[in-house]
């Protein structure tokens, strides 16, 4: 029983978007990670400069995370490791830009960005104190949270194919119509053209 919970909820994490990524940040320039979440999900996020390339040096980074309509979630400077964390407010790409912001830029640095969405961000030992839980009632609970999430996620993908059907049909009504028009155009030119030519050739005597 215990093993099929610990399967499922790892099944449950992966498809909930638990990520931890390491970042090559450039001399110069920016590098950004983009996430498309949909809306009233919690993310949280820690990041960290990885100094182990950096032995003598120690350059510091700029944080800039925005939401799918520019605006400035979190924005940090002068930073060797950080946190940000915020509710979604609309369905979209997030997106976080690591650049160097200090003197000592040597080749580029290394940050590491542990990316927490929905699920994933959730204090299970916390809870577990909390509601006094544990074992197998503890793992129950999860997988009731992590179902209920997917949930969630499947309708949001259900409302966006509904959607691009509806396009897609609207689309497609208007290039039928617009083909009709365009056929429609060419019969009335052709037929004011042969009416045209028998004008002529009647006034030529050729018919």
């Avoid at 050739?201 to 050729?206: S, V």
Wanted: proline share 2%.
């Amino acid at each position: 029983m215990a093993a099929v919970l610990a399967f499922a909820m790892a099944l449950a994490v992966a498809s909930l978007g638990a990520e931890a990524v390491w970042l090559e940040v450039p001399q110069s320039g920016t590098k950004c990670v983009s996430e498309e979440i949909q809306s009233n999900v919690v993310v949280l996020s820690d990041y960290s400069i990885m100094y182990e390339s950096h032995p003598y040096s120690h350059p510091t980074i700029a944080v800039k995370v925005t939401s799918p309509y520019g605006n400035t979630l979190h924005h940090n400077e002068n930073a060797t490791v950080g946190q940000f964390a915020f509710t979604t407010a609309e369905a979209g790409n997030y997106l976080a830009c690591f650049w160097i912001d200090s003197a000592e830029k040597g080749s580029g640095v290394s940050v590491n960005l542990d990316w927490k969405i929905g699920f994933a961000t959730k204090d299970w030992d916390a809870i577990a104190k909390k509601e006094k839980i544990e074992g197998v009632e503890l793992e129950l609970r999860k997988l009731e949270v992590a179902v209920h999430a997917i949930h969630q996620n499947l309708m949001h993908l259900k409302a966006r194919e509904a959607e691009m059907r509806t396009v897609s049909e609207k689309t497609n009504s208007r290039v039928a119509w617009f083909s009709i028009l365009s056929l429609g155009v060419c019969i009335v030119v052709s037929i004011l053209q042969l009416w045209h030519l028998q004008g002529f050739f009647r006034k030529k005597k050729l018919i």
